[in-house]
């Protein structure tokens, strides 16, 4: 069966420092990837997806960047954290484009 | 920005009771999705109807799909204390591979 793992589950951050959050998934290959952040209260913004190795789309500037070093493996990274990226980040996968989403336990982030 | 719209922001229901949620979106989709958040949780998939289904059942969960008011409705039929949690509704365009969520409503069963 598939699972997704996604680490660290808390994470307490100084504002400009860098930030490396990791997403993995098992059991199956070639999945599509995706990051989502999650405000208090509030809906899922898309960050960034995934349909392949080094096929990145960006639907959010400037401060955080995504890497797919491997076939199951999805990186969320920031050079300088910014208050404003405080938040619940949430990977996910899915088999095929528009199929459903299975969603790891999230990452919450507070920078400080 | 949001393409789904979940209404009502919040519901506060009694168990045994229904509870039904609404979602409406902007463009044309290849399927639409039903996720539950338990709080501070990852989401989990709750149901997918195509834009060719009008109607799809669940065990307690009926969903509605219509694609000429560009709508949805989920219903969970006999509720209980554990259906608490947050109810989001997701499409999948047709036009490019993003699956966007709405801001979700907050469902309330009181025991």
């Known amino acids: 069966s598939q699972t997704i793992h996604q680490w660290p589950a808390t994470l307490v951050q100084p504002v400009g420092s860098p930030l490396s959050l990791e997403c993995t998934v098992e059991g199956t290959s070639n999945p599509n990837l995706y990051w989502y952040r999650q405000a208090a209260g509030r809906g899922l913004q898309l960050l960034f997806y995934?349909?392949?190795?080094?096929?990145i789309s960006s639907e959010v500037p400037q401060n955080l960047s995504a890497s797919r070093p491997q076939d199951r493996q999805f990186i969320l990274s920031s050079k300088k954290l910014l208050l404003s990226d405080s938040g619940f980040y949430l990977c996910?996968?899915?088999?095929?484009?528009?199929?459903?989403?299975?969603f790891g336990q999230g990452t919450r982030l507070t920078v400080v | 920005s949001q393409q789904g719209e979940e209404d009502p922001q919040a519901l506060s229901i009694q168990e045994g009771e229904n509870a039904t949620m609404n979602c409406s979106y902007k463009t044309s989709i290849n399927n639409l999705q039903w996720y539950r958040q338990n709080s501070g949780r990852g989401l989990v998939h709750l149901i997918l109807i195509r834009s060719n289904e009008r109607e799809k059942h669940s065990g307690r969960l009926r969903v509605t799909l219509d694609t000429s008011k560009k709508s949805s409705s989920l219903l969970i039929t006999a509720s209980r204390a554990a259906d608490t949690a947050s109810y989001f509704c997701a499409t999948a365009p047709d036009s490019n591979y993003k699956l966007t969520f709405g801001k979700g409503t907050l469902l309330t069963v009181n025991p």
């Open positions: 995934s349909v392949g190795i080094g096929q």
């Open positions: 996910a996968w899915s088999k095929t484009t528009r199929s459903e989403a299975f």
